[in-house]
């Protein structure tokens, strides 16, 4: 897997992992940081799609960002590449190495630092699970402002490494919005803080904001300061049926219209990723009759009555003007978890049957859902999509509320014929309705070599000099990115 997952890169001249350098890293962490043994490391090696593999033959956990600041001088002085790593649940081989990189897990940093119950600003080492953060901010009334299906393993400092976007970026809005600042320890080691930073700051360039989005690549998150709104009272959630994908535009336009400030999420599934997620569950799907589309609306407001007469009240329009043509909703906590699920659990379903190609793309509105015919036609014409073939099936979903599409190829093993009827044409396609490649996962190893469809020279070489001016040495994160 490894030799095949990655070809046409050759190591780069790092040095290689010795005694000694163990030794140094030993004098800096005690001994359960340090995991050495293969079958242990394994976990870390391997990415959360089994798709990408490295050989690292050292894991370390710091507890400390003092302790993060020694390992990353050390490496720099040595010459020894790093990979930093969160939850590891990254989408595009990212997180993990690509040949014996040293893996720095940030899981050992994980401690609440504060948070101002006035102002809702949190303070949390990188290392916290996300799933804890919005736990811990619950019992004070607030709420993370993300969410995603990966929210039990991700962490903080993950999610903000790779500008995630998740289920609720409708409401409110990116990372690059909610970040107020961030600990990071620079690849010389060096710790620089913006983590007191308050919600306006106009002194100098918003440094903050190049390592959101940059997937370890300019420096280690240690820490992380994130403005969190006031959780919402009441959450509602209803799932539709339709006919068509002019008609899950259309309900979207209503939604926004007469839902207004409480919608909070918008998502889109196929009929597809249906069949592939009721697979998986084995549970009956909430909506009795077949549909070629389904939506799930999610509301959040603070008052449940008005809040529920609103969501009834545009249903119905909805049914009567025949934009969509069926619906349920949840009348409890529970069901609301359950509709969710059905959503949630596409992504581990569709890589139960043996693995899945992922493409995370923007595309504007009208072309977004073309793009799974696109794919799903060619495969067919390549004779590579039905039973006995590679291809289980092309399905399409996402968030249309933010204008994200992922096309998920289940296949039944890693295929290179399958990734090269694939790859470059979606990409191409995409470049082709002026969409983005990478809409919320990043680059990571899988789209390095294509960033050049979203990015102009210019751009690409503005993203090389910061590079070098922030990673002279390139320990951080190599064969990655751009
Ligand atoms: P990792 O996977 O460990 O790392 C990701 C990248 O960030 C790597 O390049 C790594 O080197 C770097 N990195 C991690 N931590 C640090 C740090 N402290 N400092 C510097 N660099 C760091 N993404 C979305 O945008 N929206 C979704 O809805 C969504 N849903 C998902 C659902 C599932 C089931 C899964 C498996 C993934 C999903 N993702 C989603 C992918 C998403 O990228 C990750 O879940 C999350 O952002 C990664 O966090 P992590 O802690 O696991 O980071
Ligand atoms: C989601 O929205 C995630 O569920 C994962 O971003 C998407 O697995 C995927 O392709
Ligand atoms: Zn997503």
Not at 56 to 85: F, R
Not at 270 to 288: F, W
Not at 394 to 417: F, I, M, P, S, T
Request: charged share 25%; with cysteine.
């Amino acid at each position: 897997l490894t030799k095949d997952s990655y070809p046409n890169v050759a190591r780069a001249n790092y040095a290689k992992l010795t005694d000694e350098h163990i030794a140094k890293f030993q004098e800096i962490l005690s001994s359960n940081q340090l995991i050495t043994d293969k079958d242990e490391l394994l976990n870390y090696n391997e990415d959360w799609m089994k798709k990408y593999r490295g050989e690292s033959q050292l894991l370390l956990k710091p507890k400390t960002t003092e302790e993060v600041s020694e390992i990353i001088k050390y490496a720099s002085e040595q010459n020894l590449a790093v990979v930093p790593q969160g939850g590891n649940t990254g989408l595009v081989g990212g997180s993990v190495p690509v040949f014996d990189e040293i893996i720095l897990s940030l899981a050992g940093l994980n401690k609440f630092r504060s948070f101002d119950s006035t102002s809702g600003i949190l303070k949390v080492d990188s290392g916290v699970i996300l799933e804890n953060a919005d736990n811990f901010l619950k019992e004070q009334g607030y709420i993370f402002p993300l969410d995603l299906g990966a929210k039990g393993s991700c962490h903080v400092g993950g999610v903000v490494a790779t500008n995630a976007g998740g289920l609720r970026l409708l409401r409110y809005g990116s990372l690059h919005g909610s970040v107020l600042g961030l600990e990071v320890v620079l690849p010389n080691g060096e710790i620089v803080s913006s983590i007191n930073a308050l919600r306006k700051d106009n002194t100098g360039y918003d440094l903050k904001q190049l390592f959101i989005g940059s997937e370890g690549t300019l420096g280690v998150i240690t820490g992380v300061s994130i403005l969190c709104p006031p959780r919402p009272k009441s959450f509602n959630v209803a799932f539709l049926g339709v006919e068509s994908y002019d008609k899950v535009k259309e309900t979207f336009v209503k939604a926004k219209a007469e839902l207004g400030e409480i919608l909070s999420a918008f998502e889109l599934m196929d009929h597809n990723s249906q069949v592939l997620t009721k697979n998986h569950l084995k549970t009956s799907h909430p909506l009795e009759e077949e549909h070629p589309f389904y939506i799930l609306i999610e509301t959040s407001g603070s008052n449940n009555t008005h809040d529920m007469e609103k969501l009834e009240a545009f249903l119905e329009n909805a049914f009567e003007s025949e934009t969509i043509s069926d619906g349920v909703i949840a009348q409890d906590e529970t069901q609301i978890k359950t509709l969710w699920n059905w959503r949630e659990s596409i992504p581990e379903s569709s890589q139960i049957g043996g693995g899945v190609y992922k493409y995370d793309v923007s595309i504007p509105l009208d072309d977004l859902y073309e793009l799974t015919n696109a794919a799903r036609e060619r495969l067919i014409e390549a004779d590579l999509l039905g039973e006995g073939k590679p291809v289980i099936d092309a399905v399409g979903y996402g968030h249309v509320g933010d204008g994200n599409l992922h096309l998920n190829v289940a296949v039944r093993h890693y295929d290179k014929a399958v990734e090269k009827c694939l790859e470059p044409f979606v990409y191409e396609w995409v470049s082709g309705k002026n969409g983005s490649i990478s809409a919320e996962h990043g680059l990571g190893f899988q789209k390095k070599n294509y960033i050049g469809y979203s990015k102009s020279e210019a751009e690409i070489k503005l993203i090389k000099q910061l590079k070098g001016l922030y990673d002279p040495k390139a320990i951080l994160n190599p064969y990655k990115y751009v």
